[in-house]
């Protein structure tokens, strides 16, 4: 099994900047992907954004060039960057990793989620 853990979360204004964490424990492969989901209320969960276990990225388009996903493998860890927020990046963040090169839908293994709010 495997464990995930966010942190990061909170209350941000207009145009301000999180970062959140995500560090995996328990039976951690050799190759993963990580990425990360969010979901607002009355709305479905998306995915924001993903990385290979080689390093590639994948953004969805309301983020490009706001967002930036990156690993320390030697922690385990995946970070999210998050500029310029927007009320509408108000959600549930959930971390998520899947046991291959590259994410799957849905993945295997999902964290507990962490709340962003963007709001003055």
């Known amino acids: 099994q495997v464990q995930l853990v966010e942190s990061g979360g909170g209350l941000v204004q207009p145009g301000g900047s999180l970062r959140l964490s995500c560090t995996a424990s328990?039976?951690?492969?050799?190759?993963?992907?990580m990425g990360w989901y969010r979901q607002a209320p009355g709305k479905q969960r998306e995915l924001v954004t993903d990385?290979?276990?080689?390093?590639?990225?994948n953004y969805a388009d309301s983020v490009k060039g706001r967002f930036t996903i990156s690993r320390d493998n030697t922690k385990n860890t995946v970070y999210l960057q998050m500029h310029s927020l927007k009320p509408e990046d108000t959600a549930i963040y959930y971390c998520v990793l899947d046991p291959r090169v590259r994410l799957v839908q849905p993945p295997r293994y999902w964290g507990q989620g962490t709340q962003v709010t963007v709001s003055s």
């Open positions: 328990g039976n951690i492969f050799n190759f993963y992907a």
């Open positions: 990385i290979t276990s080689g390093g590639s990225t």
